[in-house]
């Protein structure tokens, strides 16, 4: 493995987050902007202070393409371009970061990471749909999943926290934030997931609708007059818990008696455990199940609502270490039949990680 320091460049839907990652794992600066409107300066500061090797970019579609990392130049950004019709809340700014980040250290080697890639290794009973033939092969309707980042770095560190490797346990990764997702990792690898050919399937999110009849849309474009784009725009932004109760932030609407919040979090819940024990049939049972993400991590009374439903395959939680939660913490009952733990998410970690096995091998 190639030893360098990193910089990790990751672009949410307004957010810009720039993590320099020692060989060691430990951050050597940080620059985390809630408001980032495409500029290189904060990135040109942060690579003039702290002279990293390399710069690692979190993408999030790296369609049939990009089965892992890959070095950038103009044929690969072109090809990460062409999938933003899949993404188009997160590939566009994704590219922004790039082109910034270019701009700023042209002479450094910058890598692409992707969160589809880990979902490379599903089996096609979990890739495909059941559609015509002819959708499949020639215009690639497919399940990729996203996250992967994530979830990749979730089966290290649960394994290394209960003493074991991720490639002896099945694990459920619960990615839970304003976007959300599973994974089933099955001895390392991923075996099953909830998001499909784009990140609006799946569970409830913040302002996304998850999984939904697609006869909606056909009747909404056909009987009620609205543009496709509308009804998709809709579905992404003004949908989830934002649709249904008028706000994103879960802890606040768990602790709501408005009938509004209550109904929404009812929605959440309900959809999260089926969701889990779906992922749970996909490796026959499961040993460890992890939470993750800004809601995974922060949120205690949603872990124990989730604990309490789920019990009836062995999730058992110890009530007050649930509710003292302080970064990476072991929450299993003493007589749980799994082991259940909350994670923080280091998306930078395995990006820093992935980045220097591309530069090791070229």
Not at 79 to 85: F, V
Not at 276 to 300: K, Q, W, Y
Request: proline fraction near 4%; hydrophobic fraction near 45%.
């Amino acid at each position: 493995m190639v030893r360098m320091s990193i910089l990790v460049v990751n672009v949410g839907s307004s957010s810009l987050k720039l993590d320099v990652v020692a060989d060691d794992d430990t951050v050597l600066e940080s620059a985390h902007l809630s408001s980032w409107d495409g500029d290189v300066v904060s990135i040109a500061t942060i690579i003039s202070r702290c002279a990293p090797a390399a710069v690692g970019h979190r993408v999030v579609h790296g369609g049939a393409s990009f089965r892992q990392a890959q070095l950038l130049d103009g044929a690969a950004i072109e090809s990460i371009e062409a999938l933003s019709p899949l993404a188009p809340l997160h590939q566009p700014r994704a590219l922004a970061g790039i082109h910034a980040a270019m701009d700023a250290a042209p002479h450094l080697p910058h890598v692409a990471c992707f969160d589809t890639g880990f979902h490379s290794t599903l089996p096609d009973k979990a890739v495909l749909y059941a559609v015509p033939r002819d959708w499949i092969e020639r215009l690639g309707v497919r399940r990729y999943g996203f996250h992967g980042l994530s979830h990749a770095y979730v089966a290290e560190r649960a394994a290394a926290m209960l003493g074991k490797d991720a490639h002896e346990l099945r694990i459920i990764s619960c990615h839970l934030g304003s976007g959300a997702s599973l994974c089933a990792i099955d001895h390392g690898e991923s075996v099953d997931t909830t998001m499909g050919m784009t990140p609006l399937e799946g569970l409830v999110m913040g302002t996304r609708s998850g999984s939904i009849d697609p006869g909606i849309i056909s009747w909404l474009h056909s009987e009620q007059r609205l543009p496709v784009s509308s009804i998709i725009e809709e579905l992404e932004l003004r949908s989830g818990l934002l649709g249904l109760a008028g706000s994103t932030d879960l802890d606040e609407l768990l602790h709501s008696a408005e009938p509004h919040a209550r109904q929404a979090t009812e929605i959440y819940v309900h959809r999260l455990c089926a969701a889990i024990a779906a992922m749970a049939a996909s490796m026959a049972g499961f040993d460890v199940l992890v939470f993750t993400g800004g809601v995974g991590e922060n949120v205690p009374r949603l872990r124990g609502l989730v604990a309490h439903r789920l019990s009836f395959l062995g999730v058992q939680i110890d009530g007050d270490v649930n509710e003292g939660v302080e970064g990476d913490t072991d929450i299993t009952a003493e007589d749980a039949v799994c082991s259940t733990l909350v994670v923080a998410a280091r998306e930078d970690l395995r990006i820093a990680a992935e980045t220097r096995a591309v530069l090791a091998v070229g």
